[in-house]
């Protein structure tokens, strides 16, 4: 089956979700979860558990490590469970309420522990696995240590942005089907390869044995570039019962047993001169890891690598700690990394800014680049002062009168480019039909897929169609996340449609698209590209707060480079979603446990989410200064998580007198 991509098709139903997947004598899989933060585990009676396959994860995709086999999930939970949600048993029926109802029969022996539920109590407490001598996943020094002299200005703050649900409108789901030989899975995902690979290596399968199906996907903001236990769950239960076996995440499992968002605390300290040049900043990133190991490994380093954003800054560095509290991993949320970087950064300016009495901006304009250089942390930056002062006067900053509340923020965004991507294109019976490694979710990867080949190929775009991600089509692949799906995967299919057109000119002496719909060609690579691609963005925001500490934000303003905007459209839709976003995880969007591990926030509602009737007035502009790609494309998927947060926080600061540190911000917090 072909897929039908549109907007229409999109809100309508005609698209194929992995839900619209049945196949003959299908199981529905039902998870039995811990309902404790941490708990011994007595004797398991019904279903199936780690008795029947006692395997960890191995998990690849986006900052996967790898991980320490002693902090590495298993597939479930044995003798301890160590957040609430984690998979203890499983139980497979004929339809999805027998299924649930023979999960109510499986009885299992809890002897409940006193969890660790904060970054402080982790610091605090004794190690939550054996395996560790501290509750300390990994630690790095990131930047080169120095001394701030108390000559200089010296501001310091602590900041905490909460754990967030990615909370897509579709969840988490798989399907899979084992023949006796090879299991093939139909997967809502970000990448059919990362999923290969993880299943393999979990169930100790050849990867020739695993055939991975990309299927419509409704959302994914990150959550689904690689492995979950249900996923090899799934497999196991179709390879031990020879039957398909579907899973489909509830909403409830979503918020208390996927990989959350954010988590991250924050200290900083700044000196600078009197002008507002900044001499050097310091300080710790301490992430909220959750009871095991994987991408949130990686997150600490990887935020601290980018703390200095856009700006020249000599004297930098961050202690970067995961910390284990028993809680769902964490795990990869658009902007990864990136958004709390930047709020540490952003946050720590406006206060130098008030301190020093100076426009926020013209500290900003004070300290951005003036010339390409490589931060102390390891960041190479370009130039970044002549696109702030473009941002300034596309935003109209010096017209907005301070008593609207302009919050301003300036930002660098550093996309997942390397390693490339893979790519395929078939020319066959007067069509041309396209894979790429990198699966779309809703960004609208068909858009650009065929205004690209359009163009190459010198075709109707109605000859063009992008298909479903498939490992046995598709040799090699990396995956879209990281706003890096139109940079690479449109650089990836350019050179080989360019590959097409040579062969064509070669044998035929020249090249016509006629030649080419008249012919059967068939190509794919991986075509690599392993440099760092950073791109500028800036947000003015505007907002008021009633008596009751109600925010309502009045207008959001965007200016970001984008390179070159294959399909503009796309663009702005990309930039108004995630400015949608990042308003949510400063006002509302928060996963909230009590100190006793009891999930107060069981709900999509008790979690928070920005509604139509929130949504500001948005005003999007774009600068277009080409990359080196062939297509000029940089990247924007990220951009508006990373510059609303910062940009509304200061809005909220200016509206109220009091300084915002932490998000969600609290109407409570705004009148006490």
């Not at 499983?90 to 023979?102: C, I, R």
């Not at 473009?390 to 550093?414: K, M, Q, T």
Request: with cysteine; glycine share 12%.
């Amino acid at each position: 089956m072909s897929p039908m991509r549109n907007e229409r098709d999109m809100v309508t139903g005609g698209m194929r979700y992995i839900g619209d997947i049945v196949l003959p004598e299908m199981l529905h899989l039902t998870i039995v979860r811990s309902p404790y933060s941490f708990t011994k585990i007595g004797s398991i009676s019904g279903g199936i558990c780690w008795k029947d396959l006692d395997a960890r994860m191995r998990s690849f995709g986006e900052g996967e490590t790898g991980g320490d086999p002693g902090t590495m999930e298993p597939v479930f939970a044995r003798n301890h469970a160590f957040y609430a949600g984690q998979p203890v048993a499983a139980v497979m029926g004929k339809s999805l309420y027998e299924s649930e109802n023979l999960a109510e029969s499986v009885d299992v022996e809890y002897d409940p522990l006193k969890p660790v539920m904060s970054i402080e109590a982790s610091l605090e407490s004794p190690p939550v696995h054996k395996s560790l001598s501290s509750n300390i996943l990994s630690s790095k020094g990131v930047g080169k240590d120095f001394t701030i002299s108390e000559k200089h200005v010296t501001l310091s703050d602590t900041f905490m942005m909460e754990r967030i649900a990615t909370n897509p409108i579709e969840g988490r789901g798989i399907v899979c089907s084992y023949d006796g030989d090879r299991l093939t899975v139909w997967i809502s995902g970000q990448s059919v390869h990362s999923i290969k690979l993880g299943m393999a290596g979990t169930l100790g399968l050849p990867l020739e044995k695993v055939h991975v199906i990309h299927v419509d996907t409704g959302g994914a903001f990150g959550l689904k570039g690689g492995m979950y236990p249900e996923y090899a769950i799934a497999a196991y239960a179709s390879m031990k019962f020879k039957k398909p076996v579907r899973w489909i995440e509830t909403r409830r499992e979503h918020i208390s047993a996927s990989k959350p968002g954010r988590g991250v605390k924050g200290e900083v300290t700044m000196s600078a001169r009197n002008d507002g040049r900044i001499l050097g900043i310091r300080g710790r990133v301490l992430v909220d890891a959750g009871a095991f190991g994987g991408f949130n490994e990686f997150s600490p380093r990887w935020i601290a690598l980018q703390v200095t954003g856009p700006y020249d800054i000599r004297n930098v560095y961050f202690d970067a700690l995961a910390l284990v509290t028993n809680k769902p991993p964490q795990g990869p949320y658009r902007g990864a990394g990136r958004p709390e970087a930047s709020f540490l950064m952003e946050r720590m300016i406006d206060l130098l800014a008030d301190e020093l009495d100076l426009d926020p901006v013209d500290v900003r304009l004070k300290n951005a680049a003036t010339e390409p250089l490589k931060t102390p942390t390891g960041m190479n930056i370009p130039e970044s002062r002549s696109f702030l002062e473009e941002a300034i006067r596309e935003l109209g900053y010096r017209d907005v009168r301070r008593e609207e509340n302009p919050g301003f923020s300036f930002f660098a965004l550093l996309p997942a480019s390397s390693p490339g991507e893979g790519a395929r294109i078939q020319c066959k019976d007067g069509r041309i039909r396209v894979w790429l490694g990198g699966n779309t979710h809703g960004q609208g990867h068909e858009h650009w897929v065929k205004s690209l080949l359009s163009s190459q190929f010198q075709v109707d775009p109605g000859v063009i169609t992008l298909e479903y991600a498939d490992t046995d089509i598709l040799e090699k692949g990396e995956g879209s996340w990281g706003s890096r799906s139109a940079m690479v995967g449109g650089n990836a299919i350019i050179e080989i449609a360019g590959r097409i057109k040579s062969r064509i000119q070669r044998e035929e002496g020249h090249y016509k698209p006629e030649i080419l719909l008249d012919g059967e060609y068939d190509e794919q690579d991986f075509v690599s590209f392993k440099k760092t691609l950073i791109s500028y963005g800036a947000n003015l925001l505007t907002s008021d707060v009633d008596r009751y500490g109600n925010v309502r934000v009045k207008e959001c303003r965007s200016y970001y480079d984008v390179g070159k905007a294959i399909v503009p459209h796309m663009v702005r839709g990309q930039i108004t979603g995630g400015a949608i976003q990042g308003i949510g995880q400063t006002l509302y969007e928060q996963i909230a446990y009590s100190s006793d591990g009891t999930l107060l926030t069981a709900s999509i509602s008790d979690a928070g989410l920005a509604t139509a009737e929130k949504i500001p007035q948005f005003t999007v502009k774009y600068a277009e200064h080409p990359s080196e790609f062939p297509h000029g494309a940089k990247g924007v998927g990220e951009s508006p998580t990373i510059g609303v947060p910062t940009a509304l926080a200061r809005s909220i600061e200016l509206a109220t007198g009091k300084r915002i540190r932490n998000t969600p911000v609290k109407p409570e917090d705004l009148i006490s």
